[in-house]
Structure formats: C-alpha cells, structure tokens
Nanobody, 117 residues
Framework: QVQLVESGGGLGQPGGSLRLSCAAS????????MGWYRQPPGKQRELVAVITGGSRTKYGDFVKGRFTIARDNAKNTVYLQMNSLEPDDTAVYYC???????????WGQGTQVTVSS
C-alpha cells in the first residue's frame, strides 16, 4: 500500500514562511522522484517543484526563488520550504511520487495553504 501524507499546511502571513512535509511509505523512496503541485481555488493543478532521486530539482516559473524542495531519504520525507509567501500562493498543495521506471504515479490527499493577513 502506497501512502503519501502531507502536513504543515495552514494559515500563513504575506511575507511569512511555511514548511510542508510529505511522508511516503510503500515505495523505494530513495529512487523515486518526488514533487509538489498545487491547485488554487477555481484553477487547474500546477507544478510547484520536483526533486529526483539524485536530488536534481526544477521549479515552476511562478516560484521566483521563493520556494525550495528537499528530501530526507532516511525519513522517507520530502519538504517544501515556502518563503516570502503571497496571497496567490493560497491553494491545496499535493505531494506527488513517480516511480523511477515510470510505472506508476501517486498522489497525496493534499494540505490547504492559506496566505492572508
């Protein structure tokens, strides 16, 4: 059974920071590409960041250096550090896993991030 469990969402202030975590089980985590996607209200899901098993990263264009993705293979956990938060960052954030042979893709249930003063 594959599970991706997000945590760390909640209310953030404009200009503030949040760190999201995604704990994975049921996969060989160290060889799996992990990612974060988000879905703002009334909009389609979009890429936030991905990190490969070799720790290569890429980010959505809107991030503009504000977010950082990282992984801790010892904890089977991927993180998204979000700094300089903006109201437009408000969305449901989803953890994503893609197996290294591209045989399967998995999604977490999502965690709500709301940025408001």
């Amino acid at each position: 059974q594959v599970q991706l469990v997000e945590s760390g969402g909640g209310l953030g202030q404009p200009g503030g920071s949040l760190r999201l975590s995604c704990a994975a089980s049921g996969i060989i985590f160290s060889t799996t590409q992990m990612g974060w996607y988000r879905q703002p209200p009334g909009k389609q899901r979009e890429l936030v960041a991905v990190i490969t098993g070799g720790s290569r990263t890429k980010y959505g264009d809107f991030v503009k250096g504000r977010f950082t993705i990282a992984r801790d293979n010892a904890k089977n956990t991927v993180y998204l550090q979000m700094n300089s938060l903006e109201p437009d960052d408000t969305a449901v954030y989803y953890c994503n896993a893609v197996l290294n042979d591209l045989s399967a893709t998995y999604w977490g249930q999502g965690t709500q991030v709301t940025v408001s003063s």
